[in-house]
């Protein structure tokens, strides 16, 4: 659920997020029916620090960052009302430690009257990256990349991507968009092995498949 909150909020990955709530979150929907998980209380990031206008400007509804219901196994929306049911209700905390004694998903509480620390929260990327046995070890901050590159992948453009991700600049957004991903590495790599090569040459389909004459030779008697 931290990551899913992460990749669709996309912002700074460890700025006050050790701080949300139960309550920094709300459950919306739309005209048509369509459910979401909006933010109600922005963290005050760094381009508001020492700032008290730009601070308590931070402090409002998010309605440019929407985790919206898709209706799959993986939906992010399902998952986020699942985990409010099985926090501990006499914390306030969001992140909260797992009940190690729990073993039964039908289980009321999950989660322990204990608070996630923020060093913890810091270091899950790098600890998963090698659990999972990764290339390499990534960073939180790797999630909100992910995000941009996924939406500029998608075809939104620069200025979208920003109201999202809440970049100060296009000139820091290009910087992560034009960078290649692996995918578009192999795409270079296969291209590149592929140029020069002869093609195979394939016969017309009006051509007919013809075996070359073979000269006659003369009758053999037969074998008594």
Same mark, same amino acid.
């Given at each position: ?128 990256? +090698?659990?999972?046995?990764? /290339?390499?070890?990534?960073?939180? #901050?790797? *999630?909100? %990349? ?5 939406? &500029? ?10 109201? +999202?991700?809440?970049?100060? /600049?296009?000139?820091?957004?290009? #910087?992560? *968009?034009? %960078? ?5 590495? &192999? ?38």
């Amino acid at each position: 659920m931290w990551f899913d909150i992460l990749y669709h909020i996309g912002k700074r990955a460890q700025e006050g997020v050790h701080k949300y709530q139960k309550n920094s979150f709300g459950l919306g929907k739309t005209v048509a029916a369509k459910k979401y998980v909006f933010q109600k209380f922005n963290q005050v990031s760094k381009c508001s620090q020492g700032d008290e206008s730009s601070a308590s400007k931070c402090q409002k509804i998010d309605t440019e960052n929407l985790m919206f219901e898709i209706g799959d196994d993986m939906c992010p929306y399902a998952y986020f009302c699942l985990y409010l049911n099985k926090l501990n209700e006499d914390l306030d905390a969001l992140w909260q430690c797992p009940n190690l004694y729990c073993r039964k998903p039908e289980s009321m509480r999950w989660y322990d009257k204990q608070k996630i620390r923020e060093h913890t929260m810091c270091k899950w990327m790098m600890e998963l990256s +090698v659990q999972c046995g990764l /290339s390499q070890k990534y960073t939180n #901050h790797c *999630i909100r %990349k992910t995000c941009t590159t996924a939406m &500029a992948k998608s075809g939104f453009q620069p200025h979208q991507i920003a109201a +999202v991700t809440k970049y100060q /600049s296009l000139e820091s957004l290009k #910087h992560y *968009i034009k %960078k290649p991903t692996i995918e578009d590495q &192999a795409d270079f790599s296969n291209a590149l092995s592929k140029y020069g090569r002869k093609k195979k040459s394939t016969p017309h389909p009006d051509q007919e498949d013809t075996l070359p004459d073979i000269p006659s030779s003369p009758a053999q008697p037969p074998v008594i």
